[in-house]
């Protein structure tokens, strides 16, 4: 039986998941309460990619910040980990041991230049608190080795009692979220039941698909996602475009980004808009830190399909 000091400070760590749903700002003081009553478990909240294998954002506490820039540049995409755990029974708590065994990991070039390098943090604990067809939203603590003993099995409990409070939390987010990208469609005068969106970092990388834009970047005829995660157009023409707008949308001396048409084969048509969103927008439906403060801006490419334009055809003269 916990006491009530405990109690006290569990509930705090129940407010702060809760109050993470509306500003996702807060995750970073969710994960230092985590971090201290854990005793130092260095902690992240992330998304993890299967398509591509890559993070889609985190929030973390506890890490060197060069190492965790290296994590999002580099090591991230190769996490062994990560693809594991995503595939995992969502709502339980695995230790690291059981999700991929010490001797396999030391094989691994992430291991060798991204684990060991910090104080060797092969201990540590997670789960998946919700999962899609293709991407997961995952939260776990490393732990260096010479404090696993100590600390691993205690930081699992406390992962496991926390985790139906996170699992709220992503997903009120979530329902919020997809209001603000409703609201952002209404205002660029498109209509949301047919609109794809594609929401891309600043680098042209994809952090969010709706269902319209899943389907159809899974048919690969107008636009696909790259085994880096960056999106492509099939076509030059709207490819230029969309860096223009990307490129655009990083000046600050440029507010309006001007729409631009792409097609396939001749049988699809689909009017892009790009425009900018940030957390000031209102809550996002996934999760948005990543770095820098600057990783919290986010490109939406908006497409809608419309009608082709039909070729004119010559008038015939009239006579009598």
């Known amino acids: 039986m916990t006491s009530a000091l405990e109690e006290d400070q569990f509930q705090k760590l129940v407010q702060l998941a809760g109050s993470a749903a509306l500003d996702q700002r807060k995750w970073r003081w969710f994960l230092e309460e985590l971090h201290r009553l854990s005793g130092g478990v260095r902690v992240q909240l992330f998304g993890h990619d299967s398509r591509v294998s890559t993070p889609l954002g985190v929030h973390e506490y506890g890490y060197d910040?060069?190492?965790?820039?290296?994590?999002?540049?580099?090591?991230?995409?190769?996490?062994?980990?990560?693809?594991?755990?995503?595939?995992?029974?969502?709502?339980?708590?695995?230790?690291?041991?059981?999700?991929?065994?010490?001797?396999?990991?030391?094989?691994?070039?992430?291991?060798?230049?991204?684990?060991?390098?910090?104080?060797?943090?092969?201990?540590?604990?997670?789960?998946?608190?919700?999962?899609?067809?293709?991407?997961?939203?995952?939260?776990?603590?490393?732990?260096?080795?010479?404090?696993?003993?100590?600390?691993?099995?205690?930081?699992?409990?406390?992962?496991?009692?926390?985790?139906?409070?996170?699992?709220?939390?992503?997903?009120?987010?979530?329902?919020?979220?997809?209001?603000?990208?409703?609201?952002?469609?209404?205002?660029?005068?498109?209509?949301?039941?047919?609109?794809?969106?594609?929401?891309?970092?600043?680098?042209?990388?994809?952090?969010?698909?709706?269902?319209?834009?899943?389907?159809?970047?899974?048919?690969?005829?107008?636009?696909?996602i790259d085994a880096t995660g960056h999106l492509r157009f099939t076509e030059a023409k709207p490819m230029v475009a969309l860096r223009r707008s990307l490129h655009d949308h990083v000046m600050p001396e440029a507010s309006v980004s001007l729409p631009f048409f792409a097609g396939t084969n001749g049988t699809r048509h689909y009017l892009c808009r790009t425009t900018g969103l940030s957390e000031r927008d209102g809550p996002l439906p996934w999760l948005s830190a990543f770095g820098g403060a600057s990783s919290s801006s986010f490109v939406l490419l908006l497409m809608s399909p419309v009608a082709p334009r039909a070729k004119l055809k010559p008038r015939q003269p009239t006579i009598g």
């Not at 991929?100 to 684990?115: G, I, M």
């Not at 293709?134 to 099995?153: F, H, P, Q, S």
């Open 65 to 224: 910040p060069d190492f965790f820039r290296s994590y999002e540049a580099y090591y991230g995409a190769m996490n062994p980990w990560a693809p594991v755990f995503a595939k995992s029974q969502v709502g339980k708590v695995m230790q690291s041991e059981s999700v991929l065994p010490l001797e396999t990991l030391k094989t691994t070039e992430f291991y060798n230049d991204w684990v060991r390098p910090q104080d060797d943090i092969v201990g540590g604990a997670g789960t998946v608190l919700e999962r899609s067809a293709d991407r997961a939203t995952m939260i776990g603590g490393n732990i260096a080795r010479r404090d696993r003993e100590k600390l691993e099995v205690p930081f699992a409990q406390l992962l496991q009692r926390i985790v139906p409070f996170l699992q709220q939390s992503v997903e009120v987010s979530r329902m919020l979220g997809g209001l603000t990208l409703e609201n952002r469609l209404l205002r660029e005068g498109m209509e949301p039941g047919i609109t794809a969106i594609f929401a891309l970092d600043l680098h042209g990388r994809v952090r969010f698909t709706n269902r319209q834009a899943d389907q159809m970047a899974g048919r690969g005829d107008l636009v696909r």
